[in-house]
């Protein structure tokens, strides 16, 4: 089974503070991407990247930067956390290729910026 | 531009009644539409999808789903609803060449005892 993981599944920070969060994936996926998850407003991705230290702005990128070292890790940083970053932040991985492929999820981080 | 839309905030069904969740879509070329679980306080899971070919796709737990092209519709369905089946159900599509998948907004399900 694929898994993803994310680094904590609940995070407090304050106002102006960097933060990071961090995805593994373990079945050798090419592509890796960062959401955000509001009620009302469904899932909306971030950043996403398709290879290493390849990176693709999402639809909200602002404020935010990915960072991608190797191929199973994919980070999200958030440079000077704000509160309307509160949020919950799910990673996923998928393979590339033909459309086929299916995006697997982590479990989330549900971060609180005060 | 891909779209998808999901109309209903919230639905409740009895135990044991049919259950569907609305889905449509717009895209530019082919649909891959998809359906995710979000249960409380995880992460989303994978249900089913179309790709091609049959129109009437099976996923897990008994769920299944409809592509309608005509309607451009992906209702997902499941026969008799158990109140485990409560949860969040997000739809989601992706053009033919596109990597990201655009989500709707989501329904939560609840199946009343």
């Known amino acids: 089974d694929v898994k993803v993981t994310q680094s904590s599944r609940y995070l407090v920070k304050r106002t102006g503070e960097k933060v990071f969060l961090e995805c593994v994936q373990d079945?050798?996926?090419?592509?890796m991407f960062w959401y955000r998850q509001d009620p009302g407003l469904g899932l909306r991705l971030i950043y996403f990247?398709?290879?290493?230290?390849?990176?693709e702005k999402g639809d909200i990128p602002e404020g935010y930067s990915v960072s991608r070292e190797k191929k199973e890790r994919f980070s999200l940083i958030l440079e000077s956390a704000s509160t309307n970053q509160t949020s919950m932040y799910l990673c996923?991985?998928?393979?590339?290729?033909?459309?086929?492929?299916?995006?697997?999820f982590g479990p989330g981080t549900r971060l609180l910026v005060l | 531009a891909q779209s998808v839309a999901q109309p209903e905030d919230q639905v409740n069904v009895a135990e044991g009644n049919p259950l569907t969740v609305k889905c449509t879509y717009s895209?530019?070329?082919?649909?891959?539409l998809f359906w995710y679980v979000q249960y409380p306080n995880r992460g989303l899971q994978f249900l089913l999808k179309?790709?091609?070919?049959?129109?009437l796709v099976k996923g897990s737990y008994g769920f299944e789903a409809e592509f309608n092209k005509s309607q451009t519709s992906f209702h997902l369905k499941k026969p008799s609803a158990l109140v485990s089946d409560s949860a969040l159900y997000f739809c989601?599509?992706?053009?033919?060449?596109?990597?990201?998948?655009?989500f709707g907004t989501g329904t939560r399900l609840t199946i009343i005892p």
């Open positions: 996923a991985s998928s393979t590339s290729g033909t459309g086929r492929k299916t995006q697997y």
């Open positions: 079945m050798d996926h090419e592509n």
């Open positions: 990247s398709y290879d290493v230290k390849m990176k």
């Open positions: 895209v530019s070329g082919n649909p891959y």
């Open positions: 179309y790709i091609t070919g049959d129109n």
């Open positions: 989601a599509v992706r053009e033919f060449g596109n990597e990201k998948l655009t």
